[in-house]
Protein backbone atom coordinates (compact mmCIF):
# COMPACT_ATOMS: atom_id res chain seq x y z
CA UNK A 1 0.00 0.00 0.00
CA UNK A 2 1.38 3.24 -1.08
CA UNK A 3 0.41 6.45 0.78
CA UNK A 4 1.19 9.86 -0.42
CA UNK A 5 0.72 12.75 2.01
CA UNK A 6 -1.11 15.31 -0.36
CA UNK A 7 -0.68 19.12 1.31
CA UNK A 8 -4.14 18.96 3.26
CA UNK A 9 -2.55 16.21 5.62
CA UNK A 10 0.44 18.43 6.46
CA UNK A 11 -2.12 21.59 6.49
CA UNK A 12 -3.92 19.52 9.58
CA UNK A 13 -0.85 17.80 10.71
CA UNK A 14 0.25 21.63 11.24
CA UNK A 15 -2.42 23.04 12.70
CA UNK A 16 -3.07 20.28 15.15
CA UNK A 17 1.04 20.58 16.59
CA UNK A 18 -0.10 24.75 16.77
CA UNK A 19 -3.55 24.01 18.69
CA UNK A 20 -1.33 21.51 20.98
CA UNK A 21 0.56 24.22 22.19
CA UNK A 22 -2.16 25.57 23.96
CA UNK A 23 -1.90 22.99 26.37
CA UNK A 24 2.10 23.00 25.92
CA UNK A 25 3.30 25.62 27.48
CA UNK A 26 6.70 25.70 26.10
CA UNK A 27 6.46 27.23 22.81
CA UNK A 28 8.61 24.69 20.43
CA UNK A 29 5.73 22.75 19.37
CA UNK A 30 4.63 25.76 17.52
CA UNK A 31 7.60 25.88 14.87
CA UNK A 32 7.29 21.98 14.51
CA UNK A 33 3.55 23.39 13.45
CA UNK A 34 4.84 25.89 11.04
CA UNK A 35 7.40 23.79 9.78
CA UNK A 36 4.38 21.30 8.44
CA UNK A 37 2.71 24.19 6.78
CA UNK A 38 5.74 24.81 5.11
CA UNK A 39 6.17 21.67 3.37
CA UNK A 40 2.01 21.82 2.76
CA UNK A 41 2.84 24.87 0.87
CA UNK A 42 5.22 22.98 -1.36
CA UNK A 43 3.16 20.25 -1.73
CA UNK A 44 0.33 22.67 -2.77
CA UNK A 45 2.77 24.32 -5.00
CA UNK A 46 3.31 20.82 -6.99
CA UNK A 47 7.05 20.40 -5.57
CA UNK A 48 7.97 16.77 -6.17
CA UNK A 49 8.79 15.51 -3.22
CA UNK A 50 8.72 12.38 -1.90
CA UNK A 51 7.39 11.20 1.24
CA UNK A 52 11.12 10.92 3.08
CA UNK A 53 11.72 14.39 1.63
CA UNK A 54 8.64 15.56 2.77
CA UNK A 55 9.64 14.47 6.51
CA UNK A 56 13.10 15.78 5.97
CA UNK A 57 12.04 19.20 4.63
CA UNK A 58 9.63 19.42 7.84
CA UNK A 59 12.32 18.16 10.28
CA UNK A 60 14.99 20.65 8.93
CA UNK A 61 11.98 23.83 8.83
CA UNK A 62 10.91 23.11 12.13
CA UNK A 63 14.62 23.02 13.93
CA UNK A 64 14.95 25.95 11.63
CA UNK A 65 12.05 27.89 12.74
CA UNK A 66 13.14 26.72 16.66
CA UNK A 67 16.26 28.43 16.23
CA UNK A 68 15.57 31.08 14.86
CA UNK A 69 13.13 32.11 17.87
CA UNK A 70 15.18 31.03 20.67
CA UNK A 71 18.05 32.42 19.14
CA UNK A 72 17.27 35.53 17.65
CA UNK A 73 13.59 36.54 17.85
CA UNK A 74 13.26 35.95 21.99
CA UNK A 75 16.10 37.45 23.01
CA UNK A 76 15.08 40.89 21.32
CA UNK A 77 11.41 40.39 23.11
CA UNK A 78 12.54 40.57 26.97
CA UNK A 79 10.60 41.95 29.31
CA UNK A 80 12.81 45.08 30.51
CA UNK A 81 10.43 46.10 33.19
CA UNK A 82 12.18 45.60 36.64
CA UNK A 83 8.06 44.21 38.12
CA UNK A 84 7.95 41.57 40.71
CA UNK A 85 11.77 42.26 41.35
CA UNK A 86 12.91 42.99 44.78
CA UNK A 87 13.91 46.63 46.05
CA UNK A 88 17.52 45.96 45.88
CA UNK A 89 17.70 45.43 42.00
CA UNK A 90 16.41 49.41 40.96
CA UNK A 91 19.05 50.48 43.48
CA UNK A 92 21.17 52.61 41.35
CA UNK A 93 18.95 53.41 38.68
CA UNK A 94 18.26 56.95 37.09
CA UNK A 95 15.79 58.70 36.26
CA UNK A 96 14.58 62.03 35.17
CA UNK A 97 13.12 64.48 37.72
CA UNK A 98 9.75 65.69 36.07
CA UNK A 99 8.13 67.65 38.70
CA UNK A 100 9.73 69.36 41.44
CA UNK A 101 8.98 68.28 45.33
CA UNK A 102 6.89 71.67 46.81
CA UNK A 103 6.11 72.00 50.64
CA UNK A 104 3.87 68.85 52.05
CA UNK A 105 3.92 67.48 48.56
CA UNK A 106 6.68 65.12 46.92
CA UNK A 107 8.65 65.26 43.65
CA UNK A 108 8.07 62.83 40.63
CA UNK A 109 10.70 61.17 38.76
CA UNK A 110 10.42 59.27 35.20
CA UNK A 111 12.43 56.62 34.15
CA UNK A 112 12.90 55.28 30.76
CA UNK A 113 12.33 51.41 31.54
CA UNK A 114 9.78 51.13 34.45
CA UNK A 115 10.80 50.42 37.83
CA UNK A 116 8.52 47.59 40.05
CA UNK A 117 5.76 48.03 37.04
CA UNK A 118 5.85 51.96 36.90
CA UNK A 119 8.04 54.09 35.15
CA UNK A 120 7.09 57.50 37.12
CA UNK A 121 7.21 57.80 41.40
CA UNK A 122 7.66 59.95 44.38
CA UNK A 123 10.57 60.72 45.23
CA UNK A 124 12.56 62.38 48.52
CA UNK A 125 15.93 63.88 48.33
CA UNK A 126 17.92 65.31 50.65
CA UNK A 127 19.17 67.78 48.08
CA UNK A 128 18.14 70.61 45.87
CA UNK A 129 17.01 69.33 42.34
CA UNK A 130 16.11 71.05 38.74
CA UNK A 131 13.51 70.11 36.44
CA UNK A 132 14.98 67.86 33.96
CA UNK A 133 17.98 66.24 36.73
CA UNK A 134 19.38 63.05 37.05
CA UNK A 135 18.77 61.65 40.18
CA UNK A 136 20.04 57.98 41.28
CA UNK A 137 17.51 55.50 43.69
CA UNK A 138 19.63 54.89 46.71
CA UNK A 139 16.18 53.43 49.13
CA UNK A 140 12.64 52.16 47.76
CA UNK A 141 10.39 53.12 50.84
CA UNK A 142 6.91 52.09 50.49
CA UNK A 143 5.18 53.73 47.41
CA UNK A 144 8.10 56.46 47.29
CA UNK A 145 11.46 56.55 45.86
CA UNK A 146 14.59 58.09 47.98
CA UNK A 147 17.04 59.54 45.38
CA UNK A 148 19.92 61.20 45.51
CA UNK A 149 21.60 63.92 42.91
CA UNK A 150 25.52 63.10 41.89
Known sequence: ????????????????LMIAEIFIPSFTVFWFGLGALVVSLLVALG????????????????????????????????????????????????????KLPVEGQRGVVRFTTPLLGDDEWPFICNNEVALGDRVFVVEVSGNTLIVEKR
Open 47 to 98: VPLSVPLQIILWALASCAFTLLWFRFFRPLMKDRTKAGIASEAVKGESGQVI
Open 1 to 16: MDFEPQYWHWLIFGML
